[in-house]
Structure formats: C-alpha cells, structure tokens
C-alpha cells in the first residue's frame, strides 16, 4: 500500500510540473502538439526513471562508504547528462523524424529539473531502491500525463475565437493555471 501511496503522490497529487513547478521548460516548449508532447513526455520518462536509479546506486554504493555525500549533485549531474545522451542517441538511430520533431528540447532534458529533483529528493527522503524506482515512474507518468493534457488544451485553443489580447502567451499561461488547479483538488488523496 505505501509503494501504490508514493506511485499515486508522485503521479497526480504533488506533480512535479502543476505541484512543484519543475520542468516548465519542456511543458511550455513541447506542448503546442500532443505527438510531439507524448514524445517528449516518453523520453524523458526513459531518463527520468533511469536516472534516479543509477542515483541511487552510486549514493548508496559509492558516496555514502566513500563518506562523498557532498558530491551527490556532481553525482546526480553526470548520471542526469549520460542518460540524457544515452536517449538522445537511441532516437537518433531510430527515428530521425522524432529526433528533429523533439529539436533543442530532446538535450534540455539533462536541464530538467524535475530529473534531478526526483534524484535529490529520493536521497533526501532516504527511499530504498524499489521506493525510488516506483517514485521515479510515478513523477515521469505525472510528468507525461500533464504534458499531453496540457497540448490537448493548447490544440483546442488554437481554434477557439479568442479577444487578441488573449492569444499567445496569455492563454497558454491561463490555461496552465487552470489545469494546476484542477490537479489541486487531488490534494484531499495525500
């Protein structure tokens, strides 16, 4: 029950875009399509969750015998970027359309702070490995969810007669407001 309490926190009630506000870059940035969101949300489940274990790992393999705690940001940084190169490769060899559809924002995941975060706070809340896998696949299904979500609202908006001083940024800021409240009402569920 506490691993199906962390999954449903980590997905809906403390989302780390709506809740914490972490990982704006890419839910402003890759949200104007659901394809291109999914896409996005994919990949950086693929870090997420691969990132937070390998964390994991060399804290408690390494830093922690090694009395090195204080280097867990170096740490987690390196891991972060390595497996953000390890991704960004993978759909380069796979599917070159993907690769370009992402662009800039496939490389920003390493500058993702809802990757990290998920790493530092895993340590910080002294997780087991299984808490951290199951909390890592539950902020990167959050993360997914909110992303697709939120380019569902934004294709719909784009042929909605909006007044002028509403399009662009406004809505899309509007909206986002909106949508984290909705996710606000989960909070009951904690």
């Known amino acids: 029950m506490e691993l199906a309490a962390l999954l449903v926190g980590a997905l809906i009630v403390n989302n780390f875009v709506l809740a914490q506000f972490l990982g704006l870059c890419p839910f402003f940035g890759?949200?104007?399509?659901?394809?291109?969101a999914l896409a996005m949300g994919l990949a950086t489940t693929f870090v997420l969750c691969l990132a937070a274990s390998l964390s994991h790992i060399v804290y408690h393999a390494i830093l922690l015998p090694l009395e090195l705690e204080y280097l867990k940001i170096i740490?987690?940084?390196?891991?972060?970027?390595?497996?953000?190169?390890?991704?960004?490769?993978?759909?380069?060899?796979?599917?070159?359309?993907?690769?370009?559809?992402?662009?800039?924002?496939?490389?920003?995941?390493?500058?993702?702070?809802?990757?990290?975060g998920v790493a530092l706070l895993s340590v910080s809340q002294a997780l087991t490995f299984l808490e951290t896998f199951v909390f890592a696949v539950g902020a990167a299904l959050g993360?997914?969810?909110?992303?697709?979500?939120?380019?569902?609202?934004?294709?719909?908006?784009?042929?909605?007669?909006?007044?002028?001083?509403m399009t662009g940024t406004p809505v899309t800021l509007v909206s986002a407001g909106i949508l984290a409240?909705?996710?606000?009402?989960?909070?009951?569920l904690a």
């Open 30 to 36: 890759t949200t104007r399509r659901i394809d291109t």
């Open 75 to 116: 740490a987690f940084i390196v891991i972060v970027g390595g497996a953000v190169q390890l991704t960004e490769m993978y759909i380069k060899a796979t599917s070159r359309t993907l690769y370009q559809l992402l662009g800039i924002y496939l490389p920003l995941i390493t500058t993702n702070c809802a990757v990290l």
């Open 143 to 165: 993360f997914t969810l909110v992303m697709v979500l939120f380019s569902a609202m934004r294709e719909q908006l784009e042929s909605a007669d909006l007044p002028n001083a």
């Open 181 to 188: 409240l909705a996710f606000l009402g989960f909070q009951g």
